[in-house]
């Protein structure tokens, strides 16, 4: 098995997460390079989304992960192994979320020099992560149908800080009681502007719908 | 629809919640009562499992709930109109958990005088309940199959602190990739003694099950 970087991340000192979030975002701006912070439940499928949207995307350009987890390193190694890209694991040490200045010590930690596109798999939790800027460029939050139509409702703040909502495992509609159009009206309550793709990491269906969304923020970003 | 009692908890005053915890257990076996918090990620099936509960032992026992969510009151409207019993919801103002200070508001708000069982749903979280101990006599934790068997190694301590693992949506197990030894394998890395029930909330396959393992709970915690 692959050996694979873990960084330990200790709690930021800033006392201005949003100040420091900025300061992250700024210093990725100015090196051209795009951060994409993922967030969503545990089991929604963020490794398995963020491997297909890889393949996808890895000959335009130059790709880096950033895999955070209270522990273990599996999914590092099944991307690394899948894809063939940089990538490390990030430790939170029990901690629920992360923050800019975490998202800084990851950045630094996997040399993201000469990266164009970098992934953060933030913890999966639709509560805590939301509430910390990690300084990405863009934040995407992935819903998958197993988890019901009504999670827009429940976890307000997540969908409301939304860039892009990924529906993920389309492919087992039939099986579930999931109401797409539910699920439509509840977000836009919640988000009326960001864009909704629906995917199945599993098949590929919609993957690229995803890739081309990443390609076109990517463009913007870059100005 | 049915009018819903909302109490919005506040974070506890209380510095020692372990101390908190073993009072609010104290007075619970006192008064002779039964309280299980149930844990998991969003969409796991607390609510439909917790429905799929009461109706199996609401003839034997006078049964409440105590739905804990950061927004809404979708969960409690559903328990009182499919099984009747008294429930009230928790608001906890954004917050992810539960502390004991904010369960000790929760009974006294939910007027649990002459109740043998009172069930907590947690806020759906893998991470953040399993760190503050409520005060309840039982831990329940529900894993449901499209999460993925891989759930334990990445959320070790949900699955340290489960008295009970419920497995639920078996009935979906053809669909996904789900392999149930390895899923028992990784719970008994983090927990070798935890009692493990399989269901399906939706069809009621192991709800009988999941009964007994209820009824001599409490019969235990009542000596």
Redesign the interface.
């Known amino acids: 098995m692959e050996e694979v970087k873990v960084i330990e991340l200790k709690e930021s000192v800033f006392a201005d997460n949003d100040a420091q979030a900025d300061q992250v975002r700024d210093d990725l701006r100015q090196r051209g390079q795009f951060l994409l912070n993922v967030m969503s439940?545990?089991?929604?499928g963020k490794t398995t989304t963020l491997i297909a949207l890889i393949k996808a995307l890895k000959d335009q350009y130059r790709i880096g992960v950033m895999e955070a987890?209270?522990?273990?390193a599996?999914d590092t190694q099944d991307v690394i192994a899948a894809t063939g890209v940089k990538a490390i694991q990030l430790h939170t040490g029990?901690m629920?979320h992360l923050d800019a200045g975490m998202t800084r010590t990851g950045i630094d930690s996997l040399d993201a020099q000469g990266l164009d596109l970098v992934f953060l798999e933030n913890?999966?939790?639709?509560?805590?992560p939301a509430?910390f800027d990690t300084g990405a460029s863009k934040n995407a939050v992935i819903l998958?149908?197993?988890?019901?139509d009504?999670?827009p409702?429940?976890?307000?703040?997540m969908f409301e800080k939304a860039d892009v909502v990924i529906l993920n495992?389309v492919d087992?509609l039939p099986?579930?009681d999931f109401d797409v159009d539910k699920f439509q009206t509840y977000l836009r309550r919640r988000n009326p502007g960001c864009d909704v793709i629906r995917i199945s990491a599993k098949t590929g269906e919609g993957i690229d719908d995803l890739a081309d969304w990443v390609r076109r923020a990517v463009d913007t970003w870059r100005g």
Chains 1, 2 share one sequence.
């Open positions: 439940s545990p089991g929604s987890d209270i522990d273990g599996v029990g629920c913890v999966g939790n639709l509560v805590c509430e998958s149908v197993p988890e019901g009504d999670k409702l429940k976890y307000p703040l495992k087992v099986y579930f």
